[in-house]
């Protein structure tokens, strides 16, 4: 399995923009389906962007549909996520996720959290208004 460490959260206000980072260890990278989820305090760890082993196909959550954009650089074995026109409702726990592809599955079908069994430790962002 991969180990996943993030960075690049922090605070901004309303209409501001964020990238974050998510440094991948210890396997073959390209192999692995990765994604993004968020959680908020007193809410469950819910899906934001996923994406395929090669970047040349991508999910994203309606929420977030337009302002986000996951990409990742498979010789960096790096995974990104640039986030811009923020809001508040933004504010969460940001975390990386990897899950091996196995045959033919595609990742772009993997939105649940229960499917990736890497995770990173997470990376606050946080909006105001």
């Known amino acids: 399995q991969v180990q996943l460490a993030e960075s690049g959260g922090g605070s901004v206000q309303a209409g501001g923009s964020l990238r974050l980072s998510c440094a991948a260890s210890g396997d073959t990278y390209s192999r692995y389906c990765m994604g993004w989820f968020r959680q908020a305090p007193g809410k469950e760890r819910e899906g934001v962007a996923i994406i395929s082993t090669t970047g040349a196909m991508s999910y994203y959550d309606d929420s977030v549909k337009g302002r986000f954009t996951i990409s990742r650089d498979n010789a960096k074995n790096t995974l990104y996520l640039q986030m811009s026109s923020l809001k508040p409702e933004d504010t969460a726990m940001y975390y990386c996720?990897?899950?091996?592809?196995?045959?033919?599955?595609?990742?772009?079908?993997?939105?649940?959290?229960?499917?990736?069994?890497?995770w990173g430790q997470g990376t606050q962002v946080t909006v105001s208004s």
């Open positions: 996720a990897a899950r091996r592809r196995v045959g033919i599955t595609s990742c772009t079908s993997l939105r649940d959290r229960a499917e990736y069994n890497s």
